[in-house]
Structure formats: structure tokens, C-alpha cells
């Protein structure tokens, strides 16, 4: 058990551009989540996956977000045209499922929109 | 919707002392609780949970109990040490806690313990 593991820890870019994050979770792992914080909140709900299946989007994922996890591992998160409000940290979490809920998360990505 | 209130911080103790950070939720159906804790420059952690009413979750000398009739989740320490400063994450999951979904987190609270 590696634990979570998220990449890049911080990234920086100028507005307009594309981002991607990639998470990887435990192994073995079915369910996958994105949340997102900004400083002095906690975490709020994007999105989230059960193997390769995206079961639930926030609406605060705009047209802008798309996430996938396409062989039901890693997951990558892309941010497109970034604007600086999109500033903040992206936290990845996984989760056994089943009769095991816990979710354990990732150290986070750091974005900083210029 | 659902959501989740902390009390606001930052909370600052003496070593030795007794804590109490407060959590109230809003949720329709019946929540599972959580409490998470964030070290400095660390991942969040799960700090301990109670699934159903009158549940007491305890770890590392935490506790809190879910009481439904206050919707409360209250988290105490009876003795807190310089190594519990730690920003604590109160949370809630609206699903069954073996149907996975999300958590609502509150805003966190921020402890400073002095020595």
C-alpha cells in the first residue's frame, strides 16, 4: 500500500492555458474522487468515478472540467482555458468500496493561475 | 442541500488541555459522520467516523458522538499535546456508508497547541 499518489505536487500557468493532473489511487481500489480546496475552506465535491465510470459531477464542474479514468486506475483531471479563479488545491481520494468507505487522500496538486 | 457548519477558528490551547471543536450538520435521510485532520504540508487523514446515531467514533484520544437529535458532531480531546496542531476537517457522506459518494466537508478549523 503506496497510499495515494497525485502529480505534479504544484503547477503554475498563465491563463488560457491547459492543465492536466493525474491521480493514482491505492491498488485495488474502485472508486476514485476529485475535490477541490482554496485556502482557509475545506474540500468541496467535484467529481467521482467507480472503476471507469463517472457516476457523479458537481455542478461546480464547469464545461471547462473533464476528468476520466479510463482503465478504472489512475484518473487524470484537465482544466481547460484556465482562468485564475480556477486557483487552488485539486485533491485526489480513493476508496475501497464496498463495506470499506474510507477514503484516503492524495497530497494534492497545487494550481496557481497567472 | 446538505452541508456541514464547523466552529470557527483559530482555536489556540495550552498543552494539558481539554478540546472542543464544534460541528452541526443539515443532511436529508440518514449521514455518516467524519472527522479529518490535515497536519502541516500533509494529506488529509481520517481522523475517526460514526455511521449511525448515538455511534461514538474515538482515535488517538478523539472522540465525537452522533447525536440526531442535535445534529451535532462535536469533536473533544481531554488532553491536547503540541503534536495534535492540525487543521480538523468535520465531514458528512448523505449516502449509506457502504454506497460510497461524496463528502461535504465544513471549512476547518485550525488548532495551535502551545507547549
Known amino acids: 500500500d503506496t497510499g495515494v499518489s497525485q502529480n505534479p505536487r504544484h503547477k503554475i500557468t498563465k491563463r488560457g492555458q491547459n492543465v492536466t493532473f493525474r491521480c493514482d489511487p491505492i491498488s485495488e481500489h474502485n472508486r476514485l474522487y476529485w475535490y477541490r480546496q482554496t485556502l482557509g475552506q475545506g474540500p468541496e465535491f467535484l467529481t467521482y468515478?467507480?472503476?471507469?465510470?463517472?457516476?457523479?459531477k458537481s455542478r461546480l464542474l464547469s464545461d471547462r472540467f473533464s476528468a476520466e479514468r479510463p482503465k478504472g486506475s489512475f484518473s487524470t483531471l484537465e482544466i481547460q482555458r484556465t482562468e485564475q479563479g480556477d486557483s487552488a488545491m485539486y485533491l485526489c481520494?480513493?476508496?475501497?468500496?464496498?463495506?470499506?468507505?474510507?477514503?484516503?487522500f492524495g497530497p494534492g496538486t497545487r494550481l496557481l493561475v497567472l | 442541500g446538505d452541508s456541514v457548519t464547523q466552529m470557527e477558528g483559530p482555536v489556540t490551547l495550552s498543552e494539558e488541555a481539554f478540546l472542543t471543536i464544534n460541528c452541526t450538520y443539515t443532511?436529508?435521510?440518514?449521514?455518516?459522520l467524519f472527522w479529518y485532520v490535515q497536519y502541516p504540508g500533509e494529506g488529509l487523514q481520517l481522523l475517526l467516523k460514526a455511521t449511525k446515531a448515538d455511534d461514538k467514533g474515538s482515535n488517538k484520544g478523539f472522540e465525537a458522538t452522533y447525536r440526531k437529535e442535535t445534529t451535532s458532531f462535536h469533536l473533544e480531546k481531554g488532553s491536547v499535546q503540541v503534536s495534535d496542531s492540525a487543521v480538523y476537517f468535520c465531514?458528512?457522506?448523505?449516502?449509506?456508508?457502504?454506497?460510497?459518494?461524496?463528502?461535504?466537508f465544513g471549512q476547518g478549523t485550525e488548532l495551535s497547541v502551545k507547549p
Open positions: 443532511a436529508t435521510g440518514y449521514p455518516s
Open positions: 465531514a458528512l457522506s448523505s449516502l449509506p456508508y457502504n454506497q460510497g459518494g461524496k463528502l461535504i
Open positions: 468515478f467507480q472503476n471507469e465510470a463517472q457516476l457523479e
Open positions: 481520494a480513493s476508496s475501497l468500496g464496498a463495506t470499506q468507505e474510507t477514503q484516503y
